[in-house]
Nanobody
Framework: QVQLVESGGGLVQAGGSLRLSCAAS????????IAWWRQAPAKAREFVTA????????YYADSVKGRFNISRDNAKNTVYLQMDNLKAEDTAVYFC???????????????????WGQGTQVTVSS
């Protein structure tokens, strides 16, 4: 099992930036990929981006391409989400999650993820 703790959420104006962190502990070597998901009020949980622990391959939802960047620090077992040019529609609770899936469309299925953090709120004011 892997424990995940998110931090860095907050309130920001449209056009601003935030950086989220996801600290992983436990059996991190048993997971291939860490992803960020988000859930806005009354909406389904949505895939945002993912990164592989080993090769650093990155995947992004179309809605965040060019604005969000995912990175990792393997020494710290931490994954970061740099969010720039934030929009009101980015408002959501952001979760990090871990999966054994290494690549492919399964990365965008929530059922692929065995471990989830508690989430951190991001609010973008327009």
């Amino acid at each position: 099992q892997v424990q995940l703790v998110e931090s860095g959420g907050g309130l920001v104006q449209a056009g601003g930036s935030l950086r989220l962190s996801c600290a992983a502990s436990g059996r991190t070597s048993s997971r291939n990929t860490i992803a960020w998901w988000r859930q806005a009020p009354a909406k389904a949980r949505e895939f945002v981006t993912a990164i592989s622990w080993a090769g650093g391959n990155k995947y992004y939802a179309d809605s965040v391409k060019g604005r969000f960047n995912i990175s990792r620090d393997n020494a710290k077992n931490t994954v970061y989400l740099q969010m720039d040019n934030l929009k009101a529609e980015d408002t959501a609770v952001y979760f990090c999650a871990a999966t054994t899936v290494a690549y492919g469309s399964a990365l965008q299925w929530s059922k692929s993820y065995a471990d989830w953090g508690q989430g951190t709120q991001v609010t973008v004011s327009s």
